[in-house]
């Protein structure tokens, strides 16, 4: 059976539930689908100060608050994994134009979505990676750092997120080098300089990892390739001779896809599949919002996916109040005519 909406959420991360807090606050029947907890990248950040109004707030407790005030405006919460959105190939009734497909089989149908799926991060695709996958390798420092207590952790990357976390999990590693390919970091200056201050931190530069390795108990050691070529340029699947690095955990942090293979129609996006979208959140599809991680746009912070959710929330609520004045519209001239 097809459970009918005003406006679908797909994805609970910042963006999902700002949008499903304003569509509960504009009075629509309104749905925020999400496979897990929800709080997206929220989950995976210990702690959080540039968020405006919080000096410092945890990760997990800010997606507790989130959740709660939109429940607070009456939007439905279900956990549920989403397998595919898709226009209704039976368009007759607008208030049906689009459809969301869930692995229970539960079909939810409304005339707008608002897709807030956030993206999966990238692997490095080294030998051992897979192997080790929970048995040393991770993606998410607030998850697993605990399990390193006084042990030599490495984190790759460059940018917010990679710095942020080797920050982290110096609260447990004896020593955390971060591993990153070039020779000046992507991340924020600020979150540089928290970092690099850190006397636990050790950064690797111009280097990156060619395999993981270990035993039954876990991972042991990195393999590790300069990425500087003798002319000075650089190759970023490595040159020169390989050198060992004793560590017992590797944090991968180097970027993220977005989440947009749910949609089962083709939109408008840049060139690394980001969606692109007008001043509205809308994408080329009438009645589709897209909305924080998925969308193409300078940062990615908790600011503007907030930001995100609020527009696409309130430009699907006129959108439906115009659809609903059309229909109106047209069964008077058939009454009247």
């Keep these: 059976m097809t459970k009918r909406y005003d406006t679908i959420v ?47 707030v945890e990760g997990l ?38 459809l969301v497909e869930c692995d229970s089989g539960d079909v939810y149908a409304a005339p707008t979505v608002i897709l807030t799926a956030g993206g999966t991060a990238y692997k490095l695709g080294v030998p051992g990676e897979e192997a080790f996958a929970g048995r040393g390798v991770s993606y998410c420092a607030i998850c697993d750092g605990a399990f390193f207590q006084n042990e030599v952790i490495a984190v790759v990357g460059g940018g917010d997120a990679a710095v942020e976390e080797a920050d982290f999990l110096t609260r447990y590693g004896s020593k955390v080098y971060l591993i990153h390919r070039r020779d000046e970091l992507r991340a924020q200056k600020v979150i540089q300089e928290r970092a690099l201050r850190n006397p636990k931190i050790e950064v690797i530069w111009d280097t990156v990892v060619k ?20 002319d000075g340029e650089y190759d970023f699947e490595g040159v020169g001779p390989t050198r060992e690095l004793e560590v017992t955990g590797v944090f991968v942090f180097v970027g993220f896809a977005p989440n947009v293979d749910l949609l089962k129609e ?12 007008d001043t509205r959140m809308e994408t080329s599809l009438g009645g589709f919002f897209a909305a924080g991680d998925v969308r193409s746009q ?13 527009t ?23 009454v009247g005519g």
């Design 10 to 56: 797909v994805g609970g991360g910042p963006a999902g539930l700002t949008a499903a807090l304003y569509a509960g606050r504009s009075k629509l029947s309104a749905v925020l689908i999400e496979r897990g907890m929800p709080g997206g990248q929220l989950l995976n950040t210990k702690d959080i100060e540039d968020y405006t109004g919080f000096e410092h």
């Design 61 to 98: 407790e800010l997606a507790e608050l989130m959740t709660r005030h939109a429940q607070k405006f009456g939007a439905e919460f279900v956990t549920d994994t989403v397998t595919a959105i898709r226009r209704n190939p039976d368009s007759s009734d607008p208030f049906e134009r689009w």
């Design 211 to 230: 395999a993981i390795e270990g035993d039954a108990k876990g991972v042991k050691r990195l393999i590790l390739q300069g990425t500087r070529r003798p």
């Design 266 to 277: 083709h939109a408008e996006h840049d060139a690394r599949g980001y969606l692109t979208t």
């Design 298 to 310: 300078l940062v990615r912070q908790i600011t503007t996916a907030v930001g995100d959710g609020t």
């Design 312 to 334: 696409a929330a309130m430009a699907a609520e006129k959108e439906i109040a115009e659809l609903r004045e059309r229909v109106s519209g047209l069964a008077g001239e058939r």
